[in-house]
């Protein structure tokens, strides 16, 4: 069956994006991560950013309940970890690729900028629903990009620290 969204899908495709991975902490306690591009910066004063989750995610449950959430932004050699967490119920962060900064959110060690957020509204948007947060703490390093382009891969100019 022809999918009926395919041709909206397809002009969305053309906004190329980065890749990141949004982290909160699970009921059990465990790590969540979901893979998204859909991630936005909104405001400096007071600093705001975006992302939207779609409401059948495994993982929308989790991010509902949670107060906070990371946003670690990837580089072009991390792209197992983007098909890693746009699976459904992946293996959670090990203990050692990841640490704890303001929120209580995993903040994954090693990517290209990592942002660590205090959910301040969320906004029921068709299928999706918009996290508003604000950043506490932030940190960028070096490296290539992970983007995204038409459903591809791809990678982006190096960027010094
Ligand atoms: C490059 C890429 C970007 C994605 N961006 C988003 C996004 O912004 N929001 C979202 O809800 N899902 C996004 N997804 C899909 C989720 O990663 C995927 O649906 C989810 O991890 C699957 O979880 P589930 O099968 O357990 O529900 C994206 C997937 C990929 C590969």
Redesign the pocket.
């Known amino acids: 069956m022809s999918d009926p969204y395919k041709p909206l899908k397809d002009a969305f495709s053309r906004f190329a994006?980065g890749?990141a991975l949004?982290g909160c902490v699970g009921p059990d306690g465990k790590p969540v991560a979901?893979?998204?591009?859909?991630?936005a910066s909104v405001s400096l004063a007071p600093p705001l950013v975006l992302?939207?989750?779609?409401?059948?995610?495994?993982?929308?449950p989790a991010f509902m309940r949670a107060d906070s959430y990371s946003i670690n932004v990837l580089r072009a050699d991390q792209q197992h970890l983007?098909?890693r967490?746009?699976?459904?119920?992946?293996e959670p962060f090990a203990p050692e690729e990841y640490e704890i900064w303001e929120t209580g959110a995993p903040v994954l060690k090693d990517c290209l900028a990592a942002f660590d957020c205090r959910v301040v509204s969320r906004h029921e948007a068709g299928d999706?629903v918009i996290m508003v947060a604000e950043v506490l703490k932030f940190r960028a390093a070096a490296g290539r990009p992970l983007l995204?382009f038409a459903?591809r891969?791809a990678t982006g100019p190096e960027i010094e620290e």
């Open positions: 994006t890749v949004a979901i893979t998204v591009n859909s991630f992302w939207c989750i779609e409401r059948r995610t495994s993982s929308f983007s098909e967490y746009a699976l459904r119920a992946p999706h995204y459903r891969y």
